[in-house]
């Protein structure tokens, strides 16, 4: 897959600026029961409980029935949302230099409250071409984001702002008259409001991207080039729930804070060469490497206990109790030597070859590598006369093909035996008296890729100018060495381990036809 983006030209420079500003809110908004209507309906149900059939004032008393308070939850909770985005553009270049640059900035406030996204991003392409011979050019792109979010997973009111906005009591009020948010009858929980403004859960995100090529052409027939790029990801989250809300004015105020990174280096080369002989005979070889290698962290940290709020998730050392870390990073490498040879005899006969050498760093040392071979051979039967005589296709082919594939995707260590730390304690509580290392998966330096092995064949025609078009597959796939994550039993010691274990046979034939019904310019 080979993803483009917009190069600078060649001529006069151009400043190019686009923009919008818009508003958004919510269309169509529930209509939920007023404060009455939900007391009324509350008292309704309450009558359906066994034994309590006459009574008229089980869940809300006469007098409460009078109360004037009557809280539309989701009118307190939403706004008008604005929106805006700009963009400003600069390209230009001679005959052998193109650049363009862009910056943006981009601004949303959902409709939510306290919800609200901001980007703003980065880019410059740079095309050099040196002499006739060699060019090469960059491209670096770079974004910061910042996030109010909110969670709107789970069942539980005191999380999920979204089901309690839709699901809350209407009789409760927004505040106090003392200004605190107003709580439901016992005064346990939070009110929607307070759960949506209370909270701090702002989220950063960085990102940076930059690659570069060399191409050579010392002769026409033989093109030389290198490609060499990094992305890099990072993001910070900190969440903080303040001792003015219900839970965490149990807990003193609860903070955590989590960081993520990732690096990605990308690495390849290649060598193709291209040549026709005596007009019917087109010859393309390409040979070529590719390195790749993922790196990243996580480190998390949440602890309670605050003296104030005045910190936020700022300051973790001003907490009394840590309540939770988590840390880890990992790294893969994946290598490959690849090479392709086609070929063609006038345009008719068509052969192409591919084979691939592949390590991946994810599996048992003795299994690191695999070979990964494929062919295909076209017959364009449309140029043959004795199909041309028949006046019949205006298009037709026949295809045979085989191929293998090879399959990586599983946890990075999974062929090795990992350790895991247990934590003890004695005294009963969240303290940590000491902590002990034991291996918690089995070793299997058997592990190897899983291997895909696909033969089909199938013929490709066309009708009426090629208006109709009709394939025919068949095909056989067979996949070998599926990796499992497998149960093992319990006098294993482990849980569970990955291993090479089965294949998944798939055969059948496809028909595809197409039409274009309607054309013209």
Do not use: C
């Not at 363009?100 to 392409?125: A, C, H, M, P, W």
């Not at 999380?159 to 605190?180: H, K, Q, R």
């Not at 599996?363 to 990964?372: E, I, K, V």
Request: aromatic share 12%; proline share 2%.
């Amino acid at each position: 897959i080979i993803i483009t983006t917009k190069r600078g030209k060649s001529g006069k420079a151009q400043i190019i600026y686009n923009g919008y500003v818009g508003a958004q809110k919510v269309q169509n908004p529930f209509h939920m029961l007023d404060g009455k209507q939900y007391m009324t309906l509350a008292n309704e149900l309450y009558k359906e409980i066994d034994g309590q059939q006459n009574q008229e004032y089980g869940a809300y008393t006469q007098s409460q029935l009078q109360s004037a308070v009557n809280t539309d939850w989701i009118k307190e909770a939403t706004r008008l949302g604005i929106v805006h985005n700009h963009n400003l553009q600069v390209q230009g270049g001679n005959e052998n230099t193109k650049i363009l640059t862009s910056i943006g900035y981009f601004d949303q406030e959902g409709v939510l409250k306290n919800t609200k996204y901001s980007r703003f991003s980065g880019r410059v392409n740079v095309d050099q071409k040196i002499n006739s011979f060699i060019k090469s050019g960059a491209t670096l792109y770079g974004q910061r984001s910042n996030s109010n979010i909110q969670d709107y997973s789970g069942n539980i009111l005191q999380s999920n702002v979204l089901l309690g906005i839709l699901g809350y009591d209407p009789t409760v009020p927004v505040y106090n008259a003392d200004g605190t948010f107003g709580r439901p009858p016992g005064g346990r929980g939070d009110n929607p409001l307070a759960n949506l403004l209370g909270r701090q859960n702002e989220l950063v995100q960085d990102r940076f991207n930059g690659n570069a090529y060399l191409e050579i052409k010392p002769i026409p027939e033989l093109t030389g080039r290198v490609n060499g790029g990094v992305e890099i990801a990072h993001y910070s989250i900190g969440k903080y729930l303040p001792r003015s809300t219900y839970q965490g004015g149990i807990d003193g105020g609860v903070a955590s804070a989590s960081d993520y990174a990732s690096t990605r280096q990308l690495f390849d080369g290649t060598l193709t060469y291209n040549k026709t002989f005596n007009d019917v005979h087109a010859l393309t070889v390409l040979g070529g490497y590719a390195y790749e290698k993922t790196y990243y962290s996580f480190r998390s940290l949440s602890v309670s206990g605050f003296s104030t709020d005045l910190f936020g998730f700022n300051n973790m050392d001003a907490a009394s109790t840590i309540t939770g870390s988590n840390y880890y990073k990992q790294e893969n490498i994946l290598i490959s030597f690849f090479g392709r040879l086609n070929y063609s005899y006038n345009d008719k006969y068509l052969l192409t070859f591919t084979l691939r050498r592949d390590g991946s760093s994810r599996f048992g040392a003795n299994h690191r590598w695999g070979s990964f071979p494929s062919g295909a051979f076209a017959w364009r039967l449309d140029r043959e006369d004795f199909i041309r005589n028949l006046n019949l296709f205006s298009n037709l082919k026949f295809r045979l093909g085989y191929g293998q594939t090879g399959n990586d995707q599983i946890g990075n260590y999974a062929a090795y035996a990992l350790m895991a730390t247990t934590r003890l304690t004695f005294d009963g509580n969240t303290n940590t008296a000491g902590s002990h290392l034991n291996q918690s998966s089995p070793e299997n330096p058997s592990l190897k890729w899983e291997t895909t092995s696909q033969y089909n064949a199938g013929f490709d025609m066309g009708f009426f100018n090629s208006r109709l078009m009709v394939s025919v597959d068949g095909y056989y796939k067979k996949t070998t060495d599926l990796l499992i994550n497998k149960s093992l039993p319990l006098y294993s010691g482990f849980v569970s381990g990955q291993v090479n274990l089965g294949a998944i046979e798939n055969k059948g034939v496809e028909f595809e036809i197409a039409s274009k019904n309607i054309t013209g310019d």
